[in-house]
């Protein structure tokens, strides 16, 4: 018969925790309950509720431990960042490590993960106020990062509440669909691509002129092929009166009209 394993009140309460997160990322909170914790545990049900009330206890305190653990992340990124954007160091070298710290924190926990974005998703308003709170800290610091990154003509001009959702759903999606799904392990190419693609967006870039009309002149300089030579500019300018060849300028007709009044000379 094998020894029971002696365990401290935290590494106990941390065993419980996990055991109970296990199950109901696999079975889904609402079609799991104390019976499958302790056997899975392998404790007795007065050990259970010696250190937890409910089933809603223990995943009441799995979420508070992600929320508490995912806002210290965002503070220590945050941290990170504005130190390399006022500092004049590796803002995108930052930014780069920051998602990646996002993707590792979910990736290490996957149960925890699909816990929060498949189980609790939903489940009421004490789990939406705590993820209001979370996306409110979000909020702020990342508008304090652009912020900063503006003030220094890093980024281009910006609508702060669209930028925000922008980059906030973009992060969620990251964990939703390729975290959780799996879709891929390489976390270093994956962070790559996602700050390339919002730098590409971000980085001020100078004004584009405006469009040159295209004119026949300028098509053939171009090397498009000539219109009239085929006939059809002919018949587009024969019949009744003098009708103007697409794209003249104003000008142009001017000058055609002076010589034809006798007073810029003959065509």
């Not at 109970?20 to 104390?34: D, I, L």
Request: glycine share 8%; hydrophobic share 40%.
């Amino acid at each position: 018969m094998a020894s029971r394993v002696t365990l401290d009140r935290e590494q106990r309460e941390r065993q419980l925790l996990d055991v109970a997160c296990a199950v109901f990322a696999e079975k889904g909170y609402r079609c799991s309950n104390v019976a499958d914790i302790v056997e899975r545990a392998g404790v007795s049900r007065g050990t259970f509720y010696h250190y937890f009330e409910s089933r809603e206890a223990i995943f009441a305190r799995l979420l508070e431990d992600y929320f508490q653990r995912f806002e210290a992340i965002v503070e220590a990124n945050h941290d990170r960042l504005m130190a390399a954007i006022l500092g004049d160091g590796d803002v995108i070298g930052a930014w780069r490590e920051n998602t990646l710290e996002v993707l590792r924190f979910h990736a290490d926990r996957p149960e925890l993960t699909t816990l929060i974005y498949r189980e609790a998703i939903g489940l009421g308003r004490p789990f939406a106020r705590r993820m209001d709170r979370l996306t409110g800290l979000s909020k702020r610091r990342l508008a304090e990062e652009f912020g900063a990154l503006s003030s220094r003509g890093m980024i281009v001009p910006f609508d702060l509440e669209l930028l925000l959702l922008i980059v906030n759903g973009s992060v969620l999606g990251l964990i939703m669909e390729w975290v959780l799904e799996k879709k891929t392990e390489d976390l270093e190419t994956l962070a790559d691509n996602f700050v390339r693609y919002h730098t590409r967006a971000l980085s001020p870039i100078p004004a584009e002129p405006p469009a040159a009309r295209v004119t026949p002149t300028t098509e053939r300089r171009l090397g498009a092929p000539d219109r009239r030579a085929s006939g059809s500019g002919d018949r587009r300018e024969s019949g009744r009166g003098h009708r103007r060849a697409p794209g003249m300028s104003d000008r142009t007709k001017a000058e055609r009209e002076m010589r034809r009044d006798g007073r810029g000379g003959s065509e």
